[in-house]
């Protein structure tokens, strides 16, 4: 019988949520429910590079095959939470090193970073309307 291995990671940055799941493979990335491409999805090799940036840095590059539904936010929202994700997966799928790489590399840590609310009587969370003398 076939076994298949499965790591999975859960990955937020401002309000994206991405679930991750990493599988042996040839690094291929399928994205959403449309099962999408990469460079279809987000497009650019800047946005690529980001991305793979946990693979980079524990050696894996081009050894697993990316699954992931990415919900909420824009563009820079879901592919840093796509790499968190995918840091947290490897973490499953390595042995003890590849926490200490990641952590150093400081993908790990969810950045708490969020839009602040805009308030009242103000234009923006902190742009006040043009002071009038008269």
Request: glycine share 14%; proline share 3%.
């Amino acid at each position: 019988m076939l076994e298949i291995t499965e790591y999975i990671g859960t990955g937020r940055r401002k309000t994206s949520v991405a679930r991750v799941r990493l599988r042996p493979g040839t690094g291929r990335y399928i994205i959403g429910s449309k099962k999408r491409d990469f460079t279809e999805y987000f497009g650019g090799a800047a946005s690529k590079a980001f991305v793979e940036q946990p693979f980079r840095v524990t050696d894996t590059l081009g050894s697993f095959d990316v699954f992931a539904n990415l919900e909420g936010g824009g563009t820079t929202g879901q592919m840093g939470a796509l790499r968190h994700g995918i840091a947290r997966a490897l973490l499953l799928a390595g042995d003890e090193d590849y926490r200490g790489e990641l952590k150093k590399a400081g993908l790990l840590r969810r950045d708490p970073r969020m839009v602040e609310r805009k308030k009242y009587g103000l234009k923006k969370a902190r742009k006040r309307p043009q002071f009038s003398k008269r």
